[in-house]
């Protein structure tokens, strides 16, 4: 069994506390749901043989596809989907147990938010898992969320087995999330202040922003190229530039394929004192910055000891290896705080002296 595979069906057996999950019979054998039974104890039985996930909503169609041992956003260029996020969908769709059976009347689905999604005004989200074939394993219309009060785990939602007249509400919740950049693995680099020596902004007009520290026993950077009637801002100011990479994530992402950038384009790198040298090149495309990312290991300046947050030599590679491997045939598009901090100026930076 792939180890993906394994993980889903161990965060299902976890959540149920229920060590024989793989007896519970397929969907064909269940028969009518009782109440306080699961809705869908087969998925769990089936994990392995889920191939893609469907989402239908009101505002459009999100499919997640298994690729290997990973899952994949075909959308985004088939870039790696959050596999916490599909677990939780996993564990969630299968721990919906039954509390009260509501209505089998068309004519009130659309007050639960449980119609079928080609229904005039339909509100509901239709949740697929399917196989290879693109054949439904598990499908249910997703509807309002009921939450407790004060955390106490009474969360319920109002759900409907596709093809199934009857509509539930359901113990347990559900988190489909709208937008799918959300269902991807949104995490870039994650640099700590602690580890960096120094980091340089290359402008497009040929001039540099750098700031640094000689030791990582020294807490603030230093602003390079203060004139003399001015001074640097604070050292929050300063130190935002050494944290552009500290938990980086995207708010979108596209392939690389076919796009060109010149040599002289924003180029923000920060160096550690272990050795790691990563890069974003900035590039516009009709009107957005986008950021391909690259890493590299180079000769440390100071070895482990030098500081509790640095790395040796051999992780260091490693970490270069993977952020270079995972991250180079991408562009990015970035929040706007880290954009800001890619972009600094030295003049951004400084502030009159005091009279």
């Known amino acids: 069994m792939r180890p993906v595979t394994l993980s889903i069906l161990g965060g299902i057996a976890i959540a149920s506390a229920v060590a024989a999950v793989v007896f519970l019979p397929p969907a064909d054998d269940a028969g009518p749901a009782r109440l306080g039974e699961r809705l869908f104890p087969d998925l769990a039985t089936r994990a392995g043989d889920v191939q893609a996930i469907e989402l239908q909503r009101p505002d459009g169609t999100i499919v997640l596809r298994r690729a290997g041992?990973?899952?994949?956003?075909?959308?985004?260029?088939?870039?790696?989907?959050?596999?916490?996020?599909?677990?939780?969908?996993?564990?969630?769709?299968?721990?919906?147990?039954?509390?009260?059976?509501?209505?089998?009347?068309?004519?009130?689905?659309?007050?639960?938010?449980?119609?079928?999604?080609?229904?005039?005004?339909?509100?509901?989200?239709?949740?697929?898992?399917?196989?290879?074939?693109?054949?439904?394993?598990v499908a249910l219309l997703a509807g309002k969320n009921r939450f407790g009060r004060g955390g106490g785990g009474d969360d319920a939602v109002y759900v409907r087995r596709a093809g199934d007249a009857q509509a539930w509400l359901a113990k347990g919740r559900l988190t489909v999330n709208r937008d799918a950049v959300q269902w991807l693995e949104r995490g870039l680099s994650d640099v700590a202040r602690e580890r960096v020596r120094e980091a340089r902004i290359d402008h497009a007009d040929g001039t540099s922003t750098v700031v640094s520290r000689p030791s990582p026993a020294e807490r603030d950077f230093v602003l390079a190229d203060v004139p003399e009637d001015r001074k640097a801002k604070t050292g929050w100011e300063?130190?935002?530039?050494?944290?552009?990479?500290e938990k980086l994530e995207f708010d979108d992402v596209r392939k690389a394929d076919g796009v060109a950038i010149t040599a002289a384009a924003l180029t923000a790198t920060t160096t550690t004192f272990d050795g790691l040298e990563i890069s974003a090149?900035?590039?516009e495309i009709e009107g957005t910055p986008w950021a391909a990312l690259s890493a590299k290991a180079t000769p440390p300046a100071q070895l482990p000891e030098g500081g509790p947050a640095l790395k040796s030599a051999d992780e260091v590679r490693a970490e270069a290896e993977r952020i270079q491997t995972r991250l180079a045939p991408w562009l990015f598009k970035l929040p706007v705080f880290n954009l800001e901090n890619m972009r600094r100026k030295t003049d951004d930076l400084l502030e009159p002296k005091d009279p």
């Open 69 to 137: 041992e990973t899952w994949v956003l075909p959308e985004r260029g088939g870039y790696a989907a959050d596999t916490g996020r599909i677990r939780q969908l996993f564990v969630e769709v299968s721990e919906l147990r039954t509390l009260e059976a509501k209505t089998r009347s068309k004519d009130v689905y659309a007050s639960l938010e449980v119609e079928d999604r080609d229904a005039a005004g339909a509100k509901s989200t239709r949740v697929a898992f399917k196989t290879a074939q693109g054949q439904d394993i």
């Open 281 to 283: 090149r900035l590039v």
């Open 238 to 245: 300063i130190g935002s530039v050494a944290a552009a990479f």
